[in-house]
């Protein structure tokens, strides 16, 4: 990765995103003009309560979504200046994804879901089953491979999406409420695998979630409200209010 | 600073045609069942239609043949030897249940899945990968279904034929065989267009939709 052209260590950058979904008469803001820089390498945690848009944030940042106003870079490259098939490459490419709800397809394999991406990859058959068994093997299923999702537990759909979303080697890693389907220790296990990914391979993790084990790992917490930044804090900063906070709910 | 450069973004590249078949196939295959229903809403409508078609080509036919012996069916048959009022009421009752029908099965058996179409452009598919895979499913499901649909219709209409006329039906066959062959292969070209007609604009919207909005979508 290294020989690639020199850019600027900042993987994702949005400018003044806003976000208004029409719903019925009214106009609702979900966004309301976001400024965020996120460098390589980082993990990001994207907190906020329900509804306050953190979501939102991860489609635009995902290139899932359209903002009703400013820009998203992604490498340094302004997603408003690709055109659809530029988006596809990118999401094929660079970005990984992972869902609250897994979204893995329900009537293909472990393995066939992995292999998906290296599908629109344009690899050949006998690449795809390599490496789709390699990532398998990175997420402890390897003896699953012919299995559904039906058939696995949460905690192994979810690490079927994580394999998957590391098919075409991403740089960056979007995971919206990864843990949020799973219960405590299997959501650990998740947590332990991102953090993993992104130490070994440098991979940008970014990842929205409501999920105070995350905080533990993550390098710098963005708390959304209401449409917008309430405030971004380094992980030093938050070690003694993790435990505070984790001491009330208990 | 690098910023507002395309550098390093590549366009997707365009899945080959044969890539597309064999995915759709595979997809068919294993969704068999559900794909089975599909097929049987579009199979049940052609033979509708296939069997009042050929129904009351077979009846004129024969009507002529047995003359006075014929069993009427209706007056207008026998006054005029032309196709009755009934029967264009229920040739374009068919026609209605026929499209309806296969239209509903394709219009659910896309829209069902629209979250497996967010996820695959979330994973690197093109729109048109996307339209293209539903276009070639609702083809193949239409083929299958129209072709099967038409023979059914055919040998249904032949055995209420043969109650009706006994085994006169057969000898008749050259005189009608030809109009009933052509109704078929109208049939079966109908069935697939239906198919793919149906599928086309719900796979068209999915596709077009941002993959936020298409995993959105619950039904």
């Not at chain 1, 009703?68 to 094929?92: M, S």
């Not at chain 1, 089953?129 to 390699?134: P, Q, R, V």
């Not at chain 1, 105070?212 to 209401?226: G, H, P, Q």
């Not at chain 2, 796979?203 to 993959?211: M, N």
Request: charged residues 20%; glycine residues 10%.
């Amino acid at each position: 990765m290294s020989e690639a052209v020199v850019k600027s260590d900042i993987a994702v950058k949005t400018v003044g995103i806003t976000k208004e979904y029409q719903m019925g008469g009214t106009i609702l803001r979900a966004l309301k003009g976001v400024d965020v820089e996120i460098k390589r390498g980082e993990y990001i945690s994207i907190m906020g309560p329900s509804g306050s848009g953190k979501s939102t944030l991860f489609n635009m940042i995902g290139a899932l979504d359209r903002p009703t106003a400013g820009t998203v870079y992604i490498d340094d490259v302004n997603l408003l200046e690709l055109n659809p098939a530029e988006i596809a490459w990118l999401r094929c490419w660079k970005i990984g994804y992972i869902f609250q709800t897994f979204n893995l397809i329900p009537v293909m394999t472990a393995m066939e879901n992995v292999t998906l991406p290296m599908i629109f990859a344009g690899l050949s058959s006998s690449e795809r089953k390599k490496k789709g068994m390699e990532l398998l093997t990175k997420v402890g299923l390897d003896q699953r491979a012919d299995h559904k999702p039906n058939e696995l537990s949460g905690g192994q759909q979810q690490r079927v999406a994580i394999a998957r979303s590391l098919a075409n080697g991403p740089s960056i890693v979007l995971a919206d409420e990864p843990t949020g389907n799973l219960d405590l220790r299997t959501g650990r296990d998740i947590i332990n695998i991102l953090r993993d990914m992104n130490k070994r391979e440098n991979v940008t993790i970014i990842s929205a979630t409501h999920d105070l084990k995350m905080l533990d790992v993550s390098d710098r917490v963005i708390y959304i409200r209401d449409g917008m930044v309430e405030q971004i804090k380094a992980r030093s900063e938050l070690k003694l209010e993790i435990g505070t906070i984790e001491g009330e709910q208990i | 600073m690098a910023q507002g450069t395309k550098e390093g973004i590549k366009s997707q590249i365009e899945l080959p045609l044969a890539e597309a078949i064999r995915i759709s196939f595979q997809s068919l295959k294993i969704r068999f069942w559900r794909s089975m229903i599909t097929t049987a809403g579009i199979l049940l409508g052609i033979a509708f239609f296939v069997a009042v078609l050929s129904g009351s080509e077979i009846t004129k036919v024969m009507t002529e043949r047995q003359g006075s012996q014929a069993i009427v069916t209706s007056i207008d048959e026998v006054q005029t030897g032309n196709i009755s009022s009934q029967q264009i009421w229920l040739i374009v009752m068919s026609l209605i249940v026929c499209v309806v029908g296969i239209a509903n099965s394709m219009l659910m058996a896309v829209t069902e899945r629209f979250r497996e179409i967010g996820t695959m452009k979330c994973l690197g598919a093109l729109n048109k990968f996307v339209v293209e895979l539903f276009l070639l499913e609702s083809g193949f499901q239409g083929l299958t279904g129209a072709l099967m649909g038409a023979l059914v219709g055919f040998i249904s209409i032949m055995l209420i034929s043969l109650k009706d006329y006994g085994l006169d039906v057969f000898l008749g066959f050259p005189q009608y065989g030809l109009r009933v062959l052509m109704y078929m292969g109208v049939a079966c070209i109908l069935g697939m267009l239906i198919a793919i007609i149906g599928a086309a604009g719900p796979a068209y919207r999915a596709a077009q939709l941002p993959p936020a909005d298409a995993m959105r979508v619950e039904i």
